[in-house]
């Protein structure tokens, strides 16, 4: 499927942090504080930024919550081999699925014809993977979804906080248990672009989900969540430039068959069914939203209202197509006491 591209959608994402954030670097300072955000190399200095593959993690951890409250074993539980050091298989095993990137890894195993058959029928892999391996991708099968790194779009402002811990008997500090935080203050604004390839209907709608939670302020991102860090606020970019404008954009390839008062997805597209989509992938835009040609692509901008019914739609196709899910699409790759 990689190798034909039938549409795309993209956008720039500001993130504002709305109370202090931390995202290791995963070791202190020589003479510092004992836990620093991490940094990179840009305009000639070091600055803060946020990894886009933690911002991924972020994204994916946070949907499968919302996919397993829509209806349970329908993702998969994306860790594999360590079953021993599970608090509780059973539990898991009654809202997850096993990993589908375990199951093609165990299924390529049994034979080289089982391997060879994943490398030439990617269109049974990706039918047989779960909604977040199909957006995100597992080690089975590329995703559809790329998060770059968000970097600084503000002046960077850091402060350091003091921790302690908490002596369970005397509910005092403990002795020797202080440490030193270096975080990312209030008001810092990171920017970071999405882009989203070969999408079904319910993709975008899985997507419009987590970034409607960022801008409630719903989502926290890096360390000490659960002790006040990582809040922040999301928004859709609105203003942008000629090459890559503002708001939520999609594109198609220049004289396509799509019709101007509708969006396809990949189901829609591929219009047979392949790759376990649903023909009737599509939404209907109310009112049609103008196109305009760009190079090879036809490009359509959503702002304001145009944007938020975009939004409504796809959240509601997502809705629908997972709680209709289909419960023996991976029966084919289990092993034969999972069938």
Not at 49 to 65: A, N, T
Not at 84 to 100: E, F, N, T
Not at 115 to 127: G, H, K, M, N
Not at 317 to 334: G, N, S, T, V
């Amino acid at each position: 499927m990689l190798k034909k591209l039938v549409n795309e959608a993209f956008c720039t994402l500001r993130i504002t942090t709305t109370g202090p954030l931390l995202v290791k670097s995963g070791h202190a300072s020589v003479s510092g504080p004992d836990m620093t955000p991490v940094l990179t190399w840009r305009n000639s200095k070091q600055e803060v930024f946020l990894p886009g593959s933690s911002l991924k993690g972020v994204f994916r951890s946070h949907l499968e919550k919302i996919v397993c409250s829509l209806k349970p074993r329908v993702v998969c539980y994306p860790f594999e081999g360590n079953e021993d050091r599970q608090a509780d298989v059973q539990q898991r095993q009654q809202y997850y699925r096993d990993s589908c990137g375990g199951m093609f890894n165990q299924y390529a195993k049994r034979s080289e014809d089982n391997r060879r058959r994943l490398e030439e029928r990617t269109d049974l892999v990706y039918a047989a993977s779960c909604p977040a391996c199909r957006l995100f991708g597992s080690t089975g099968f590329i995703g559809r979804l790329a998060i770059s790194d968000a970097y600084l779009a503000s002046d960077e402002l850091k402060e350091q906080r003091d921790g302690v811990g908490i002596d369970r008997l005397t509910g005092g500090a403990s002795h020797g248990a202080k440490f030193e935080l270096e975080v990312v203050s209030s008001d810092v604004v990171f920017e970071t672009d999405i882009h989203l390839r070969n999408f079904e209907i319910w993709q975008l709608g899985m997507l419009f989900v987590v970034l409607q939670d960022m801008e409630d302020e719903l989502i926290r991102v890096g360390s000490g969540r659960s002790r006040g860090l990582g809040k922040v606020k999301a928004t859709i970019k609105e203003r942008g430039t000629e090459a890559r404008p503002g708001g939520f954009v999609t594109s198609s390839l220049r004289q396509s068959k799509e019709p101007e008062d509708q969006l396809w997805g990949l189901g829609r597209w591929l219009d047979d069914a392949s790759y376990g989509t649903w023909k009737n992938d599509y939404l209907t835009l109310k009112p049609p939203v103008e196109r305009n040609d760009r190079g090879i692509r036809s490009r359509r901008v959503f702002q304001g209202e145009a944007l938020n019914n975009l939004r409504d739609a796809a959240i509601d196709q997502f809705i629908e197509r997972m709680r209709a899910w289909p419960e023996d699409l991976a029966k084919e790759f289990a092993p034969v006491g999972r069938r």
